[in-house]
Each structure stands twice: as structure tokens, then as C-alpha cells.
């Protein structure tokens, strides 16, 4: 009679040699269950593919650790990958990771950290570029001009994002109480935000001229098939925009990159918020910000700015200039 083998059942947390790609994928299931956006299903696909690439396709995730990790980090950092692009991998990997722990598919948890580095001054349009690329197009210039020319105004006005942008109708933007609706928005959120005067004039010619005849449910800035406009079409576009008016960007290196970047607008429209002292709660919500964090970010990196002016508006210079201060104690001698 043979002899049994005996065997132990282990609990399926135990059994911790499944392929990193399958258990990635189960990942992105769970992920979507929860509604992520197609470009974070994206841009988390981008990031794992990063990893994949650096420690193989084969790879088990019990074979994954810190040192994994570290010298996952090193390898980006020997390519040249900046620390800004580093972290952004490195968070979205965390997140992943971090699942897996939950899951305990990970023998031993450990903390990932991100890289500590000197945040770059948040770079803005001055007041000289700002003219230029307002100027209003010739009265022949094409669909894709004077539809790029209205987005400026529209994100200068609103501090939209592209992608905010690419999704408004027909139907939510309405002229007469000079409100219009974001219903894409990164926090998942539903905005009803105001317009000035001079944006509402602006779209108004802008509709007449070239979405006269669209529907309410078609796309208040498409692309010239009427189609929905992306928003790497749009800063493309941008890009030639500036260019043709003189607008460029020079790296650090000194070289003309010829490539302006398009949300540099929607921190222009923070800062000139901030500097006409627009309060700060306002512009969170104008800006879609879940917390105060960002938008506290706007006002310490613009504060020498907002320094300018402030004996106008503050209380207590205002009230010495009006009464003068008594001195009634005298100095030390």
C-alpha cells in the first residue's frame, strides 16, 4: 500500500507567489469598481509598467520587499528620471503595494516614502505674454485659432483644467445668468462657476461665429470635426498658439523648448486672483480643490507678490496713517 504524502492546507493569504501583472490587474478591477477615471486607470497602468519593466514580468510578489523598492528608485534616479516624475511613479506603486499588504500577499509590510526634493517655483504668464497671446485673432483666422484664443480667456478667467475644458456642452454654459456648469471635474465633483463680463462677450462671439448651429449636447470647444476636443489636442494647439505670438518657454538649460504649457494659465488666473485680493476660499473653489493645501501653496509662493501694496489693506497701517501713533514710552537709554 503507498504511503500518503501528508500535506498542510494553507490559507490562501499564505499562498503569496502570484504574478505581480495578474495580481495588478485584480487591482484595476477593484480600482474601477470604485469609478477611477479612464486617465488614472491610465496613468496607474503607466506607472506599474515602469516597475514591471525594471524587475520582470515573471516576478512573484512574494519576491518583492524594500530593497525591491530602493533599487527600483536608484535605477530612475541613474536614468535621469526627475524627482517629480520619480514620486508620481512611486506614489501611484505605493498605492498598489500597499493593496497588496492589505491583502496580506506581502510578508513583511514596510513604508515607501517619497523623495524629498526643492519644489520649482510654479511658473506663471507675465503680464507681456499675457497681452500677446490675448491679443484677439484676425477677423480671417481659422476655427482652431479663435477657438484656442477663447480657451485663454475662458481658463484666465475660471482657472479651468484642460481636461475640465474638453467636457463642457453647449448646455452648460448660460450667458444670460453668466454661470456655467463643470461637470468633469478631478474631484468627481459638479462646479457652477461664475464668468465675468468680458468672458461671457468673448464665448458669445465665439458661438455665434463657429457653434452656431451646434446642439445642446454637443462640445462647446471641439476639434474641427465637431468631435470631441482631447486635451493633448488641446495643448498641442496651444503650443502652436503661443509660438505664432512669440510666447516661449526656455528650460533650464537655456534652450527654447517651444512647447508653452497650458495649466501655466490656470496658475496665472490663481495668482492674479490672489493679487486683486480674491479670497483665498473662493479660489479653492473655483479651482475645484478638495482642501486648502493647494491653494495655501498659491499664496506662499506668490507671497512676495501679495507683499506689494499691503500697507493699503492692512488695519493697522491704514488706522496709523489715519491717527498716528502716540508714543508715550520712551527708549532704554
Not at 6 to 21: E, G, P, V
Not at 60 to 67: A, F, G, K, Q, S
Not at 77 to 100: A, P, Q, V
Amino acid at each position: 500500500m503507498a504511503t500518503r504524502t501528508k500535506t498542510t492546507i494553507k490559507r490562501a493569504s499564505q499562498c503569496n507567489d502570484f504574478l505581480l501583472n495578474d495580481l495588478f490587474e485584480k487591482y484595476i478591477i477593484e480600482k474601477n469598481a470604485h469609478n477611477i477615471s479612464q486617465a488614472t486607470e491610465q496613468s496607474y497602468r503607466n506607472s506599474f509598467n515602469k516597475f514591471i519593466s525594471f524587475v520582470g514580468e515573471e516576478k512573484t510578489i512574494d519576491l518583492v520587499n524594500d530593497e525591491t523598492v530602493f533599487a527600483w528608485i536608484n535605477k530612475m534616479k541613474s536614468d535621469g528620471t526627475k524627482i517629480i516624475s520619480l514620486n508620481h511613479y512611486l506614489r501611484e506603486m505605493r498605492t498598489f503595494l500597499y493593496w497588496c499588504m492589505n491583502k496580506e500577499l506581502i510578508k513583511n509590510d514596510f513604508k515607501i516614502k517619497l523623495l524629498s526634493f526643492q519644489e520649482e517655483t510654479i511658473k506663471t504668464y507675465s503680464e507681456e505674454e499675457q497681452n500677446a497671446i490675448l491679443e484677439k485673432p484676425h477677423k480671417d483666422a481659422d476655427f482652431v485659432e479663435w477657438r484656442t484664443y477663447t480657451v485663454i480667456g475662458f481658463v484666465l478667467d475660471c482657472g479651468a483644467r484642460a481636461s475640465t475644458i474638453c467636457n463642457i456642452k453647449m448646455q452648460d454654459v448660460n450667458l444670460q445668468t453668466g454661470y456655467i456648469t463643470f461637470s468633469h471635474t478631478k474631484n468627481k465633483k459638479a462646479q457652477r462657476v461664475p464668468m465675468s463680463s468680458a468672458l461671457i462677450d468673448a464665448i458669445h462671439f465665439y458661438i455665434c461665429e463657429w457653434r452656431n448651429n451646434a446642439l445642446p449636447d454637443d462640445y462647446l470647444f471641439c476639434n474641427v470635426g465637431e468631435l470631441k476636443l482631447t486635451p493633448a489636442a488641446l495643448r498641442l494647439a496651444f503650443g502652436k498658439y503661443c509660438m505664432k505670438r512669440g510666447v516661449v518657454r526656455i528650460n533650464k538649460r537655456g534652450e527654447l523648448e517651444g512647447k508653452s504649457n497650458i495649466h501655466g494659465l490656470r496658475h496665472t488666473f490663481a495668482k492674479g486672483y490672489l493679487l486683486n485680493n480674491g479670497n483665498t476660499f473662493k479660489l479653492q473653489q473655483l479651482l475645484g480643490h478638495a482642501t486648502l493645501d493647494m491653494t495655501r501653496k498659491y499664496v506662499s509662493l506668490f507671497g512676495e507678490d501679495i507683499k506689494d501694496g499691503h500697507d493699503d489693506f492692512s488695519p493697522f497701517s491704514m488706522s496709523k496713517k489715519a491717527n498716528g501713533l502716540k508714543k508715550t514710552i520712551k527708549r532704554a537709554v
